[in-house]
């Protein structure tokens, strides 16, 4: 049911922001809308979702509803500030979002739209499991506005599937994909490595696979053991090994080689797109500070340098707002040298980079190390920008640490 909400300040009933917070026109304003509802929890998984048997008295079909109360105190707590921005971008992530109707996700999606208005070419991405993908949920979701769809593949080799707990079937991830592209969808293929007993073959057919497929977007992340999860349960009593770090790196390479060979190019650690138009705008937006509202249980928001997050539990938000109340539960602005440390932190992560001059003094004398350590490429230093080598995505941890010493 996900990991503990962070601690923060009292976030006010009304869900106003402070008066010194300023909404700037020059930023970007995107939209994400958490669907916390799972058919089964896999193992490994520590977001905010949740099971039939874990709602306690909440209702997915009041689900919809109950976002669009939110949005309405999102229009009152932004309008106060001045002209509404439109939505760059919407994200509808989970948990499975197209376990609600697709009516259901048009009705959420029309909310944003009729508040903030949705800009021109706005970007708006559908998280989905392959078996629940048909011809049909495609054309609802593309004529509602939806532009992308992001299918969890996650490995196309069965056992791998079940040590992840993942309940599709591998047949139907092209089904998914190609009821997408017949509703003329984007389409991104999310994909984990390093599974307990994933062999570098396992992994090699899964991207074979994957880019047989021709999605325009992939995303590969390494298999991380969360705290309190059932895998990390596992691997406590013995039951299965710990993923390697020397295999996940191999897996990493393994994976740049063959989507750079089939066309695909890096712009973060953890993605590659076929083109620039088809990075993930809405990814980008957090690795670049800009602002957004998180609706939803859990769901955290961005405005003005103020973050802020929701109460975890779906009953606790049908709570809030059938009172009247905004479901924040705390929030938190760091100071401007938090801030700075944190933008190298995810700007470092991106292709387009970080400035040299964003780094502290002792970080800057060792950027001469790190070039010479095949960490960053030596002609984007030298023009003033940190852009890792593949072998630095690989360390992007210690590059951090370099660059904020």
């Given at each position: 049911m996900g990991s503990a909400l962070p601690l923060g300040d009292p976030a006010p009933a009304d869900g106003?922001?402070?008066?010194?917070?300023?909404?700037?026109?020059?930023?970007?304003?995107?939209?994400?809308?958490?669907?916390?509802f799972c058919r089964v929890r896999?193992?490994?998984?520590?977001?905010?979702?949740?099971?039939?048997?874990?709602?306690?008295?909440?209702?997915?079909?009041?689900?919809?509803?109950e976002v669009l109360r939110e949005i309405e105190i999102s229009r009152r707590v932004l309008g106060d500030r001045g002209p509404l921005r439109p939505?760059?971008?919407?994200?509808?992530?989970?948990?499975?979002?197209?376990?609600?109707?697709?009516?259901?996700?048009?009705?959420?999606?029309?909310?944003?739209?009729?508040?903030?208005?949705?800009?021109?070419?706005?970007?708006?991405?559908?998280?989905?499991n392959p078996d629940t993908m048909t011809d049909a949920v495609a054309?609802?979701?593309?004529?509602?506005?939806?532009?992308?769809?992001?299918?969890?593949?996650q490995s196309a080799v069965p056992h791998v599937l079940a040590a992840l707990d993942r309940t599709h079937d591998p047949a139907n991830i092209a089904t998914a994909v190609a009821a997408a592209r017949r509703a003329g969808l984007a389409v991104s293929l999310d994909l984990i490595y390093g599974a307990p007993g994933e062999s570098l073959e396992d992994w090699h057919a899964s991207l074979e696979t994957a880019t047989a497929l021709a999605p325009d977007h992939v995303s590969a992340y390494a298999l991380i053991v969360e705290d309190g999860t059932k895998l990390e349960r596992q691997i406590r009593r013995g039951e299965v090994v710990a993923p390697d770090d020397d295999l996940q790196a191999d897996m990493y390479e393994l994976a740049d080689e063959l989507?750079?060979?089939?066309?695909?190019?890096?712009?973060?650690?953890?993605?590659w797109s076929t083109s620039r138009a088809q990075r993930?705008?809405?990814?980008?937006?957090?690795?670049?500070?800009?602002?957004?509202?998180?609706?939803?249980?859990?769901?955290?928001?961005?405005?003005?340098?103020?973050?802020w997050w929701?109460?975890?539990?779906?009953a606790a938000y049908a709570q809030r707002l059938a009172a009247g109340q905004s479901p924040a539960a705390g929030r938190e602005r760091p100071d401007a040298e938090a801030r700075r440390l944190e933008d190298i932190l995810l700007r470092s992560r991106i292709a387009d980079g970080v400035a040299v001059d964003e780094?502290?003094?002792?970080?800057?004398?060792?950027?001469a190390s790190l070039i010479a350590d095949g960490l960053v490429e030596g002609a984007a230093a030298v023009r003033g920008t940190i852009v890792l080598t593949r072998r630095g995505r690989l360390l992007a941890d210690a590059v951090v640490r370099a660059l904020t010493a």
């Open positions: 106003a922001l402070p008066a010194d917070v300023t909404v700037s026109d020059d930023v970007d304003f995107g939209v994400y809308l958490h669907v916390p896999c193992g490994y998984c520590d977001f905010n979702t949740y099971t039939a048997t874990e709602l306690r008295g909440a209702r997915q079909d009041a689900y919809a509803d939505a760059q971008t919407v994200f509808f992530g989970g948990g499975t979002p197209t376990l609600l109707p697709p009516g259901d996700l048009a009705r959420m999606l029309d909310g944003v739209r009729d508040t903030f208005g949705l800009a021109e070419g706005a970007e708006v991405t559908v998280e989905a054309r609802t979701l593309a004529v509602a506005g939806v532009t992308r769809l992001s299918v969890g593949m989507l750079a060979a089939a066309g695909y190019e890096w712009y973060e650690v953890s993605n993930s705008r809405h990814n980008l937006s957090y690795w670049r500070g800009q602002d957004w509202w998180g609706y939803g249980p859990g769901a955290h928001s961005h405005i003005g340098g103020l973050r929701n109460v975890k539990h779906p780094a502290t003094v002792a970080g800057r004398r060792n950027v």
